[in-house]
């Protein structure tokens, strides 16, 4: 998997089009919809968390937030919004797919389509045991998904290029049709200007994979966790043919002692 280094400057800038604090209200009112009560305390998990900005909506709701992210570069991102916003968020760098907690949390949030970025079924479930063994019996994981849908007619052999503060960054992708996980390689050319009509470019390079919905519940069933609902992604209404993104809400069906 990619560091998500030269991505992680730029990051914010290639994604004003989330709008996180709605994001950050709709989630907030499906935890607090299918959440069991009392939890002994009320923390919630950011995992892929990546620049902060979903981790910094939830703690402004209350929420005592774990941002977690593989990446130290984007963690830095994370940490200078901590810093203008002061709210008591506490960032680690690990690997979803070796997750170590200090105990159990109420939620675990991994939004954004970062399942897709895992490379085999074997990540995906170590990622989904991870979450299931640091979750409060009754805790909720609530993570979205790319469609194969979106794969198909979005993303496909499309070419993009976004015009930044001081850079443009190329932004193209490939997908393999023939492959059932319909992979897409998307590559990121940065050109940043140097002095005069010079320009570095820094290429960072990663690849999507689509989950099918039969293998997500198989994977959930299999690690401890009960799927309650799924939604579209994007609307949080029933899911569509068309729907871009999928949203799993399930929880963990472990028993207190």
């Known amino acids: 998997m990619s560091s998500y280094g030269t991505f992680a400057a ?44 979903l981790s910094e909506e939830m703690a402004k709701r209350g929420w005592d937030v774990i941002g977690i992210d593989g990446s ?105 049709a023939d492959e059932p996980e319909l992979p897409v390689d998307i590559q990121l050319d940065f050109f940043e200007q140097l002095e005069g009509n010079k320009y570095r470019r820094i290429t960072e390079q990663f690849t999507e994979r689509v989950w099918s919905d039969s293998v997500i519940r198989r994977l959930l069933d299999e690690t401890g966790l009960d799927l309650l609902e799924t939604l579209d992604g994007d609307t949080y209404a029933a899911p569509t043919p068309e729907s871009q993104r999928m949203l799993y809400i399930a929880k963990s069906r472990k028993q207190t002692v």
């Not at 989330?18 to 919809?33: F, N, S």
């Not at 939004?111 to 045991?129: E, G, M, Y």
């Not at 993570?143 to 930044?164: I, M, P, S, W």
């Open 10 to 53: 730029y990051y914010d800038a290639l994604t004003k089009n989330v709008r996180y604090a709605e994001r950050a209200e709709a989630l907030d009112g499906l935890i607090r919809k299918w959440l069991e009560e009392p939890m002994p305390e009320h923390i919630l998990v950011d995992l892929a968390c990546g620049t902060g900005s």
């Open 72 to 176: 130290m570069e984007m963690l830095n991102e994370a940490l200078d919004k901590k810093y203008d916003s002061g709210l008591p968020i506490q960032y680690l760098q690990q690997d979803m797919r070796a997750l170590d907690l200090f105990g159990t949390v109420c939620v675990t949030l991994c939004t954004l389509d970062s399942i897709n970025h895992l490379p085999t079924v074997q990540d995906v479930k170590r990622v989904f045991a991870r979450v299931s063994l640091f979750a409060e019996p009754g805790g909720l994981f609530l993570f979205d998904v790319n469609t194969a849908y979106k794969h198909r007619n979005l993303l496909g052999e499309q070419c993009f290029v976004y015009e930044l503060p001081d850079a443009v960054c190329v932004w193209q992708n490939h997908l393999h």
